[in-house]
Structure formats: structure tokens, C-alpha cells
């Protein structure tokens, strides 16, 4: 998990939803997948060892303020 020093970087829209494994220092994304074995499968391919797994967030829905 990122330090309080080190905070986890910023997930690219592209990602929310999705179940998505870290490099081992959790400093970028390796694999993505929109289940956890999907997502244990495309990292297996990347040579990561030891992959830091979390789903990210959905995006936000936004309104429009139109009716």
C-alpha cells in the first residue's frame, strides 16, 4: 500500500471500473481486466511478480443542469 509519503498515482478515466494490477511498487498500471481472474490473466502475460490488485472506482456521473 502507498506510504502517506508516496501517495498511489491518479487511475486514468480509461481504467474506472475496471479491476486493475500494479507493478509491485505501485507506481503504474501492468493489466487491467473488468474481473478479478480477467485481470489475473492479462498480468500473468506481463512478467509482474508480484501484482497489487484493486478495482478502480467508477467514473462519475455528471449533470447537466438541462432537463
Known amino acids: 500500500m502507498p506510504s502517506k509519503t508516496n501517495p498511489a498515482p491518479k487511475v486514468p ?4 471500473g475496471l479491476w ?5 511498487a505501485q507506481t503504474k498500471i501492468v493489466a487491467s ?6 485481470a489475473i490473466s492479462a498480468v ?3 512478467g509482474e511478480r ?3 490488485f484493486t478495482k ?3 467514473a462519475k456521473s455528471r449533470k447537466s443542469g438541462q432537463h
Open 50 to 52: 508480484k501484482p497489487f
Open 20 to 24: 486493475i494490477a500494479w507493478n509491485h
Open 33 to 38: 481486466g473488468k474481473t478479478l481472474p480477467e
Open 56 to 58: 478502480a472506482p467508477q
Open 44 to 46: 500473468e502475460v506481463t
Open 13 to 16: 478515466k480509461k481504467f474506472c
